[in-house]
């Protein structure tokens, strides 16, 4: 038992975990949140286009109208959910206590 013993601990042991980490590169959230936006209401407008196409008749593809209105659809629901989630996560630090 006498054979087991812990070495002290210096500064230079701890030194690599406080070593600054570099920037991520690449966008930030807010750029990725303002992108992924985008996105959904360009799905937003070709659903929109796709439906009053076949509404005029200009084209006679139902199922690419309903592909595109259902995309769109489906890009709504997901962003809502995340919404949901960062809206319950921002009242879940306020009722921290600090």
Do not use: C, W
């Not at 937003?44 to 439906?51: C, E, I, R, V």
């Not at 509404?55 to 962003?79: H, M, P, W």
């Not at 995340?82 to 921290?96: F, I, K, P, T």
């Amino acid at each position: 038992m006498s054979d087991l013993r812990i070495p002290a601990v210096g500064p230079a042991a701890l030194a690599p975990l406080a070593a600054p980490q570099p920037a991520p590169s690449g966008p930030g959230f807010g750029e990725a949140l303002h992108q992924a936006l985008d996105r959904v209401n360009q799905a937003q407008a070709t659903a929109d286009q796709a439906s009053q196409d076949f509404s005029v008749g200009r084209t006679q593809d139902a199922a690419s109208t309903l592909i595109a209105v259902e995309k769109a659809n489906l890009a709504f629901q997901l962003t809502l959910q995340v919404r949901n989630r960062l809206v319950e996560a921002y009242q879940e630090v306020m009722r921290m206590q600090v």
